[in-house]
Every structure is written in structure tokens, then in C-alpha cells.
């Protein structure tokens, strides 16, 4: 077993999952300073993140680092986006400063716009993003994707995935968009909770399908595809209904997907023992490079939400701890050294839990700047070790 844990930190330490990154939410008033963000990132061999914004500190800090940065443009200003001068102008104002020395390898253009509550905006997408990927191409930089993260409720149909069609009331200007995604060799990338699906309904849904844990899981009746959790069929639904668009060869990569590890009365499963299962589970497929069974030779890519709890984010209880980390830095469900003998990822086992009850396996925030990196790195190697040592 020892041997066996040399090869796995060796392999890791040489090799960062490159299907996986994270999102770097900003909601919050008590967060670390943008250059220990970058620190942390580096520790734990994470080199793939997400911001909401175009943060100018944020976009300063991650230069010259290996750190591939996505940016978003906020929807406030996506109908400002429709002249192409000021598509240009927000370009030469909000990216290009930044490069190369920043790797900014993405733009997405607003968040969850095609079920956004202000129902205007959705016409303003297209036109946008055209606009924002023409304004990169003149400047030199045409290899910077330009997409927008959709969520779930864009599909009208998503059980069975054969199933999957998207909403009517969207499907011309989806059309329109999955036409530049086609043609720009661009993927649609969705916002995809299983969560979300189980708080609903835990009565229905087992567990153990939604945290990737063993289960006898579901095979879709028209294809005979078995899915062993929800997130790769909710993914594979997403498939289909592009495929029903007329649609071949776009990728489909997870934007956002993650667990609460805190929630209301009426927030069935957000805790820290369902979140750390999630998540762990989540990285042993990412490690495998895993696909889903529609596309079983394209590894999914797949950023978790989120790095930090977000203190100032509304909403129920769950919305402001979603993150891996607290904001001192501290982990929010720790690894301890037990966690290698782990054998289950149930959520009714104490060992399936990031919190260790022993003493002698717990660990906090070491405050001397000296030892801080090596015990990140030590903290998220047993996340790793156990999740690739877990069957």
C-alpha cells in the first residue's frame, strides 16, 4: 500500500488533472488577496480557474503564472455589447492589456442568459458574443473561445438523456448560438447540479447515484446506455439535444457543478459529509479522465464550483458554502491520514467525511508563511490519494 502511495503522489505531483479547474467566485467581503489565491491554486497543481468578472487585480496577480484564466462578462452589460465598437472597446479595455503575459483562454458572455429572470437579454446574446469573438480575431486573438455557461433549465427534456431537447421558446437564438459554436469549434458549456435534482426530491432519487458513489444506476430505454450517476447523463442530455438542433462534433464541458456543505431545514443533503463525497468522487473521474458514456473517449471537462465560501452571496444557506476552502484558507472538510483507509464513500460513514474525528489527522491553518504551501499540498495529495485509492 505504502508503495503504492509513493507512485500516486509522485504521478500527481508531476501531473495536474487538466480536465479539471475551478471557479473563483467573488461574493464575499473577507476573501485573501488575489496573489494568495494564485499561491494556493499553484499548491494544490490546479491550473485551470473561472471568474465571474474581468477583476483588473485579479488579471495582474495571475500573470506571468501557469494559471489558465476564464473571464465573464457580467449581463448587465450585454445589450451595451450589440454595436461592435463598443464590443471593441470593452476588448481593448477589459482583455487585451492583459495579454499574453495573462492566459486568458476564455470569455464567457454573461451567465445562465437564456433563463435569465430579465427576459430581454437573450436577444442581445448572439450578436455579443459574435462581436466580442470578431473584436479578439482583429486584435490577434482569435484563439481565445467565446462562449456562455447555460443552465440545466435550458432543456424542456432531460430524462432519459436520449431525451434531451431543448426549450422551444429558446430554440431559434439556441440555434443561432450553437451555429457560432460550430463554426468556431467552440463547446457549450453547461451548468449541471445533481444537487439541485436531489434536494428536490430525495424521497426519489437514491444518493448514491447523485454522489458518484456504487449504485445499480439507470440505462437510458432507447439507447441501452448505462449511467452510473446523474451528472454524466445530465451532460449526455445536453448531447442529444444539440444533436436534435442538427448539430455534430460540439463539445459539452461542465462550467459549473459542486455540493453545499451547508444548508437550510429544507436543504435535504448539503453537508460537509455529501459535499466531501461529491467532490472527491468528482476528482477520481477527472484523474481517470473519464467520459460519459455517450462520448466515452472524450474526457469531460469539468470546473467545480467553488474555490471559497462566498459570505455576501443571497439566497438560501447552501448559496454561500459551496467552497473547498474557507476564507482564512482553511479547508472546509479536511483530509486527516485516515481518509487513505477509507473504503466507502457513503454519506452514513464517518469515513466518507473530509473531517476526520482523530486528533492526531486533523489539519489546520498553519500560520507560518514558511510551512503554508507544504501543508496545502499535503491536505489536498490525501484528497487525491483517497480518491484514487476508493473503488
Do not use: C
Not at 75 to 81: K, T, V
Not at 218 to 238: G, Q, S
Amino acid at each position: 500500500m505504502s508503495y503504492i502511495i509513493t507512485i500516486l503522489v509522485a504521478w500527481f505531483v508531476s501531473s495536474p488533472v487538466e480536465s479539471f479547474g475551478i471557479n473563483y467566485g467573488q461574493v464575499a467581503n473577507n476573501l485573501p488577496a488575489p496573489d494568495k489565491v494564485l499561491t494556493l491554486l499553484s499548491t494544490l497543481r490546479i491550473t485551470k480557474t473561472r471568474i465571474y468578472d474581468t477583476n483588473p487585480q485579479i488579471l495582474r496577480s495571475f500573470a506571468n503564472s501557469n494559471m489558465d484564466i476564464i473571464v465573464t462578462v457580467e449581463n448587465e452589460i450585454l445589450s451595451q455589447l450589440d454595436d461592435p465598437q463598443a464590443a471593441y472597446q470593452w476588448v481593448s479595455t477589459h482583455i487585451l492589456p492583459y495579454l499574453p503575459q495573462t492566459k486568458i483562454t476564455g470569455i464567457q458572455v454573461g451567465n445562465e442568459v437564456f433563463t435569465d429572470d430579465d427576459t430581454t437579454l437573450i436577444q442581445h446574446l448572439v450578436p455579443a458574443v459574435i462581436n466580442i469573438h470578431n473584436a479578439l480575431s482583429k486584435s490577434g486573438y482569435s484563439n481565445i473561445q467565446v462562449s456562455t455557461p447555460s443552465s440545466l433549465a435550458v432543456l424542456d427534456e432531460s430524462y432519459p438523456p436520449s431525451a434531451g431537447t431543448f426549450k422551444a421558446e429558446i430554440s431559434t437564438i439556441m440555434y443561432q448560438f450553437l451555429n457560432f459554436l460550430a463554426t468556431t469549434k467552440t463547446p457549450f458549456w453547461i451548468n449541471a447540479y445533481p444537487y439541485f435534482a436531489y434536494k428536490d426530491e430525495p424521497d426519489q432519487i437514491p444518493v448514491d447515484y447523485v454522489l458518484f458513489n456504487p449504485n445499480s444506476g439507470m440505462v437510458d430505454p432507447n439507447t441501452k446506455l448505462r449511467y452510473d450517476n446523474m451528472l454524466y447523463a445530465m451532460v449526455d442530455a445536453v448531447y442529444f439535444a444539440i444533436g436534435k438542433m442538427g448539430f455534430k462534433g460540439i463539445e459539452v464541458r461542465v462550467s459549473e457543478t459542486g455540493w453545499p456543505s451547508k444548508g437550510d431545514v429544507d436543504e435535504a443533503g448539503a453537508s460537509p459529509q455529501n459535499a466531501a463525497t461529491y467532490n472527491r468522487n468528482l476528482l477520481r473521474r477527472q484523474m481517470a479522465n473519464e467520459g460519459t458514456p455517450l462520448n466515452p473517449r472524450m474526457r469531460l471537462e469539468v470546473y467545480l464550483f467553488a474555490l471559497f465560501n462566498e459570505d455576501l452571496k443571497p439566497g438560501p444557506t447552501s448559496e454561500r458554502n459551496y467552497g473547498l476552502f474557507q476564507p482564512d484558507e482553511s479547508m472546509t472538510y479536511n483530509v486527516g491520514f485516515s481518509a487513505l483507509a477509507t473504503t466507502s464513500s457513503s454519506p452514513s460513514s464517518s469515513s466518507a467525511s473530509f473531517s476526520i474525528a482523530s486528533s492526531h489527522a486533523t489539519y489546520t491553518k498553519v500560520v507560518q508563511k514558511g510551512y503554508q504551501s507544504l501543508m496545502y499540498w499535503m491536505l489536498f495529495a490525501y484528497w487525491v490519494i483517497s480518491a484514487a485509492l476508493y473503488v
